[in-house]
C-alpha cells in the first residue's frame, strides 16, 4: 500500500481511530494485524518473509541472552546474521551475483558459458526490516539491549507498518520501549505528526512526482537534450530522490507521532552540507548511522592508522551502495562517496590552510557548492540506466549546447524550479523561526498553516500514485 | 464592553478539527473562483474561446503540428480573424468537443483547417488537463466519461482542477498572445537524416471511433455553413517514403468521414524548413501559410 494512495488515507483513518480505543495485547495485535494488511495488499506471499525472519530472531535472541559461553554466543549471532543476509541475498542479489559471475565466464571462456538467471520477485522494504532485524540480534549479543519476550510486541516492532518499507531504519533499543508504554492519545503530539505528514506529502506529490516527467526523459534519451537541460535533470534529480525519500520518512515519522511514537530525523537538510561527512550525517541517517555502528566500527573506525581508516571508509561505503540496490552502479555510487570521504580527509589540511584568506561566508558558500556538485555528479550514476549512459551525460554536459533558446520541456523545468524554490524557502524559514512553536501555541495559526499546505498540494499536486523511489531498495 | 457573539475554544480538538475542514472547504471554493477568474481574464487561446472573444473567419486545429499553421501570415494575407486552437498531442476527441464549444459559443466561421495526423496519436492524456475548462458544455462531459475519478475529485475540490500544464500556460499567456507562437530552432539536417534512416518504415492510424467523430462535427459544422478542411502539414522529404500506408490511410479518412483531404506532405519544401521529420520551423511554417493562400484553401 503505498502512502500516497487513497487507499491509504482510508486505512490510516480506519487504524488510527480504533488504535486509540485498544489497549495492552489488543492493541499490539492492531498493529501487527494492521502492518501485516498494509504490506500484504502488495503481495501476501511475502509476509511469509516477514513472519520467518522475526521468528529467527525472536527465538535466536532469547537462546542469546541465556547462552553464557562466548562460543555459542558467536555461533547464535552467526546464524541469525547469516539467515537475513541469505534471505536478503537469494531475493535482492541472487540475479546480480548470477549476472555478474555470468561476465566474468564468458570473458574468460567465451559466449557460451552464460549461466540463466532466476524468475526472482524483490519483496518491497527487504533491506530495511532485515536490517532492523539483525540489528536487534547484534545489540542483543552486545549486551545492549534485552531479549523481547513478547512475541506479538517483537513483530509488531519489526513489521511496525509507517516504517515497515522504506524506513527510517529504527532500532529496537529506540523503538521496543515505547511499545511497552500504552501511547496515550495526546493532541499536541497529533498535530505535530499530522503537520509533518503534511510536510511529508507535500514533497512527495508537489516536489518529487512534479519532477518526475522532466528528469526520466533527460535519464532515457539524454541526446535529445542539451547540456543545460540534462544539467537541470540532474539537479531535478538530487532534489526529486530527496524529496520522495525524506518526504516518505516524514510522513512515516510524522504518523507514527500522531500515534504517539517518537521516531529518529532521518534527513535534515543535506543538501546544505559543507562536506561528505556532514553529509552522511543529514542524508538516510538511520542508515548511515547503522553503516558506522554495525559495519564502520567493527571494521576499526579511524582507530588504526590512516590507510585503515580510509580502507573501512571504502568498505563501507561500499556496501551502503550494494545495499541501495543489486548493480554496479549503486556500488560505484557507493565508491564515489567513498572516494570523496577519504579524498576529504587527504585535502583537510590543504583546505584548512587555503580557508584562512577567505571570508567566513565564502568558505561556507564554497564547501556547499562543492559538496553538492560532487553530490550531484554521483547521482548521474545512481539514477543512469548503465555506467555507459551516465558516461554519455558527463560529456554531453561538457561538450553540449548551454542555450536557452534549445531548452526542452520549459513549462514543467519552470514549475519544478518554482516548487523546489517554494521547499528551500519553507526549510530555511522553519530552520529561523521553527514553526512547531507556532503550530503547538497558535491553533488559528495551525489551521491556516495546514489549510495552507492542503491547498498547495490541491494546485501544485502530481497525482498519479507513483511508487517511492526507496521501495525499489 | 463589547461583547463576542461566538467564542470558540481552539484547543478543543473536535472544535479546532471542525473549524479547520470548515477553512479548507470555504478556502477552496474561494480560492478555486480566483483561479477561474484569472483562466477567464488570460489571453490563451482556449480562455479566448470561453471568454467569447475568439471569433474568427479561421479555425485551425490540429496537434504540435497544427500549431505550425501561422496564424499572423494567414490572418495577414486573408485580412480575416484566425484563431489557431491546437496544442501539443491533442487527441481527436478533444478536439471535437473544442470545435462543437466554439460553434455553439459564436457565429460559424467560413473554414475549419484540420492537422488530420493527428488521427495517427491516440493519447488521451490531455483530456485530463483540461479542467480548468471543464465547466464548457463539451469538455466536462468528455473529462467525466474519460476520468470520472479527476471529475470527481475536480468537484470535491475546485483548486485541484488548475493543478495541470494547461493552468501554466494559463499564466504565462496572462497578458500576451499565444497566437504567434513557432518554433524557433533550426533543425540540425544532419541529425533529421540520420534519425529517418533509422526507421524502418512508419504506419499512420486512424481510429474509427476518431473518425466517426469528426464525421459527426463536419455534420453539425455543415448546419451552421461552415466547412472542414482536412490538412496534412509538408514533412521531411526523405521521411515521406517512409510512410507506407499514406494513400490508403488518406482513402481510409475520406471515406469514413466524407471529407476531402488536403494533402500538402510531399510538398517540395527545402531541408532548412523543418526542425525535424514532423515539424516546419518558423520559415516553414511562414511558408506553408503563404502556400495555403496561393492554393486558394481560404477563398
Known amino acids: ?473 | 464592553m463589547k461583547q463576542r457573539l461566538f467564542t470558540f475554544n481552539f484547543n478543543n480538538p473536535k472544535v479546532w478539527t471542525l473549524l479547520f475542514v470548515t477553512v479548507v472547504f470555504v478556502g477552496d471554493r474561494i480560492i478555486g473562483e480566483v483561479l477561474k477568474y484569472t483562466v477567464q481574464k488570460s489571453q490563451f487561446r482556449y480562455s479566448r474561446l470561453y471568454g467569447k472573444t475568439a471569433h474568427s473567419k479561421y479555425i485551425l486545429i490540429g496537434n504540435s503540428r497544427g500549431l505550425v499553421f501561422h496564424s499572423p501570415t494567414i490572418a495577414q494575407k486573408t485580412k480575416q480573424k484566425v484563431i489557431n486552437l491546437s496544442y501539443n498531442s491533442m487527441p481527436t476527441e478533444l478536439a471535437c468537443a473544442l470545435i462543437r464549444d466554439y460553434l455553439e459559443i459564436y457565429p460559424a466561421p467560413k473554414y475549419i483547417l484540420w492537422e488530420i495526423t493527428m488521427l495517427n496519436y491516440n493519447s488521451k492524456k490531455l483530456i485530463a488537463n483540461f479542467t480548468p475548462y471543464q465547466s464548457s458544455q463539451n469538455i466536462g462531459p468528455l473529462v467525466a466519461q474519460k476520468y470520472p475519478k479527476l471529475y470527481w475529485w475536480c468537484n470535491f475540490s475546485h483548486i485541484y482542477r488548475y493543478r495541470g500544464e494547461v493552468f501554466l500556460r494559463v499564466l504565462y499567456y496572462m497578458f500576451k498572445n499565444d497566437q504567434n507562437w513557432v518554433l524557433h530552432q533550426e533543425g540540425n539536417i544532419q541529425q533529421i537524416k540520420k534519425s529517418i534512416a533509422q526507421i524502418e518504415s512508419v504506419t499512420f492510424r486512424a481510429d474509427n471511433k476518431d473518425l466517426e467523430k469528426i464525421k459527426e462535427l463536419a455534420l453539425f459544422a455543415k448546419s451552421k455553413n461552415c466547412e472542414i478542411k482536412l490538412m496534412i502539414q509538408p514533412l521531411f522529404p526523405d521521411f515521406v517514403p517512409k510512410v507506407k500506408n499514406l494513400q490508403m490511410w488518406k482513402e481510409k479518412i475520406t471515406q469514413r468521414t466524407g471529407l476531402k483531404i488536403y494533402d500538402y506532405s510531399q510538398a517540395q519544401f527545402p531541408e532548412n524548413y523543418f526542425v525535424d521529420r514532423v515539424h516546419l520551423n518558423k520559415k516553414g511554417a511562414k511558408a506553408y501559410s503563404q502556400l495555403l493562400y496561393n492554393d486558394g484553401i481560404f477563398k
Not at chain 1, 526490516?129 to 549486551?143: G, P
Open chain 1, 1 to 473: 500500500m503505498l502512502f500516497n494512495s487513497i487507499a491509504f488515507l482510508f486505512f490510516a483513518f480506519i487504524f488510527t481511530t480504533i488504535y486509540f480505543y485498544l489497549r495492552g495485547q489488543y492493541r499490539l495485535l492492531w498493529i501487527l494485524l494492521c502492518s501485516y494488511v498494509f504490506y500484504g495488499w502488495w503481495d501476501y506471499r511475502f509476509l511469509i518473509l516477514i513472519a520467518f525472519s522475526t521468528a529467527v530472531d525472536f527465538f535466536i535472541a532469547q537462546y542469546l541472552h541465556r547462552e553464557s559461553t562466548v562460543r555459542k554466543r558467536r555461533l547464535l549471532l552467526v546464524v541469525s546474521v547469516c539467515t537475513n543476509l541469505a534471505v536478503l541475498g537469494f531475493f535482492k542479489y541472487c540475479n546480480f551475483f548470477i549476472d555478474s559471475f555470468s561476465l566474468i565466464l564468458i570473458h574468460v571462456f567465451g559466449e557460451n558459458t552464460h549461466l540463466q538467471t532466476l524468475d526472482i520477485i524483490l519483496p518491497v522494504g527487504i533491506s530495511f526490516y532485515t536490517f532492523q532485524s539483525m540489528s536487534y540480534t547484534i545489540d542483543v549479543y552486545r549486551n545492549k539491549i534485552l531479549p523481547e519476550k513478547n512475541a506479538i510486541m517483537f513483530a509488531s516492532y519489526i513489521a511496525f507498518f509507517p516504517q515497515l518499507v522504506a524506513g527510517p531504519i529504527v532500532r529496537a533499543r529506540q523503538l521496543l520501549p515505547q511499545f511497552h508504554q500504552d501511547q496515550k492519545f495526546n493532541w499536541n503530539q497529533f498535530t505535530l505528526g499530522f503537520a509533518q505528514v503534511l510536510v511529508g506529502y507535500f514533497k512527495k506529490i508537489v516536489v518529487a512526482d512534479s519532477l518526475v516527467i522532466v528528469i526520466d526523459q533527460v535519464f532515457t534519451a539524454p541526446n535529445n537534450f542539451n547540456a543545460l537541460n540534462i544539467t537541470l535533470g540532474v539537479v531535478l534529480y538530487s532534489f526529486q530522490i530527496y524529496c520522495d525519500f525524506s518526504g516518505y520518512s516524514d510522513i512515516a515519522i510524522g504518523f507514527a507521532r500522531m500515534l504517539g511514537f517518537e521516531f529518529p530525523v532521518n534527513f535534515r537538510m543535506p543538501y546544505f552540507s559543507r562536506n561528505f561527512s556532514e553529509f552522511w550525517t543529514r542524508w538516510h541517517i538511520s542508515l548511515s548511522s547503522w553503516l558506522r555502528d554495525y559495519v564502520y566500527i567493527p571494521l576499526g573506525g579511524n582507530r588504526n592508522g590512516r590507510i585503515n581508516t580510509y580502507k573501512n571508509l571504502l568498505i563501507t561505503m561500499l556496501l551502503g551502495g550494494l545495499w541501495h540496490g543489486a548493480n554496479w552502479k549503486f556500488v560505484f555510487w557507493g565508491f564515489l562517496h567513498g572516494l570523496y570521504l577519504i579524498l576529504q580527509r587527504m585535502a583537510s589540511p590543504l583546505y584548512q590552510r587555503v580557508n584562512r584568506y577567505l571570508p567566513h561566508i565564502v568558505q561556507i558558500a564554497l564547501a556547499m557548492t562543492t559538496t553538492y556538485i560532487l553530490t550531484c555528479a554521483a547521482w548521474i550514476f545512481f539514477r543512469s540506466e548503465s555506467f555507459t549512459k551516465a558516461l554519455e551525460i558527463f560529456h554531453l554536459i561538457f561538450t553540449g549546447d548551454w542555450s536557452l533558446h534549445n531548452l526542452k520541456n520549459k513549462f514543467p523545468l519552470v514549475k519544478s524550479i518554482f516548487v523546489i524554490l517554494l521547499l528551500l524557502t519553507c526549510e530555511i524559514a522553519h530552520c529561523k523561526w521553527n514553526f512547531t512553536n507556532v503550530i503547538l501555541h497558535h491553533p488559528r495559526l495551525r489551521i491556516f498553516i495546514f489549510a495552507t499546505i492542503l491547498w498547495t498540494i490541491a494546485l501544485l499536486g502530481t497525482f498519479n500514485e507513483t511508487a517511492f523511489i526507496y521501495f525499489q531498495f
